[in-house]
T-cell receptor, first 114, second 112 residues
Framework: NAGVTQTPKFQVLKTGQSMTLQCAQDMNHEYMSWYRQDPGMGLRLIHY???????DQGEVPNGYNVSRSTTEDFPLRLLSAAPSQTSVYFC?????????????FGSGTRLTVV | GNSVTQMEGPVTLSEEAFLTINCTYTATGYPSLFWYVQYPGEGLQLLLK?????DKGSNKGFEATYRKETTSFHLEKGSVQVSDSAVYFC???????????FGKGTRLHILP
């Protein structure tokens, strides 16, 4: 049981480049989310999905796109990378919407934009 | 709105010391409460949780009690080890279909 798998683990981009961060889970979880973690800022929600075909914005969605065509996958697209998007990105999933369900996190993608 | 406030770090303790990391929350209804731990270079892992008032969550020697009267969920451990050095996040999930709300995290350093 792999849990939540994120690829790549590290990435360096030049300003203006685009890329996709991959996230896959094998637990048949309904909910999936993307967070970014910056020093002193804690975790900030970028986008989330409550099921295949359904996505919504979090608190910092600008510059990012998501789609959810299958239950398993929830890729995050950076449209035109900026130095302000240098961060560690975490994908998380949850079995469902019940309040007692916690999140399972991936190991993260460390992104540097130069 | 719903929110979580936890003590700022870093917290530095000697090995075998007693640990308390304070966490208070604001939420409507009866939220579930969580503590997550993040070891260096890794993602967050669920450490323990409590889903109703007076519940005690426990794991790996850590404990936290859901106190509705004080809206608190303080994390405690009786004797910390160097391997407990990590960042600890308090979190809540208030109602069905709500997202989890995280505190800003508390960095813990344990000295040998």
């Amino acid at each position: 049981n792999a849990g939540v798998t994120q690829t790549p683990k590290f990435q360096v981009l030049k300003t203006g480049q685009s890329m996709t961060l991959q996230c896959a889970q094998d637990m048949n979880h309904e909910y999936m989310s993307w967070y970014r973690q910056d020093p002193g800022m804690g975790l900030r929600l970028i986008h989330y999905s409550v099921g295949a075909g359904i996505t919504d914005q979090g608190e910092v969605p600008n510059g990012y796109n998501v789609s959810r065509s299958t239950t398993e996958d929830f890729p995050l697209r950076l449209l035109s990378a900026a130095p302000s998007q240098t961060s560690v990105y975490f994908c998380a999933s949850s079995l469902g919407g019940a309040s007692n369900y916690g999140y399972t996190f991936g190991s993260g993608t460390r992104l540097t934009v130069v | 709105g719903n929110s979580v406030t936890q003590m700022e770090g870093p917290v530095t303790l000697s090995e075998e010391a007693f640990l308390t990391i304070n966490c208070t929350y604001t939420a409507t209804g009866y939220p579930s409460l969580f503590w997550y731990v993040q070891y260096p270079g890794e993602g967050l892992q669920l450490l323990l949780k409590a889903t109703k008032a007076d519940d005690k969550g426990s794991n790996k020697g850590f404990e936290a009690t859901y106190r509705k009267e004080t809206t608190s969920f303080h994390l405690e451990k009786g004797s910390v080890q160097v391997s407990d050095s990590a960042v600890y996040f308090c979190a809540l999930r208030a109602n069905r279909d709500d997202k989890i709300i995280f505190g800003k995290g508390t960095r813990l350093h344990i000295l040998p």
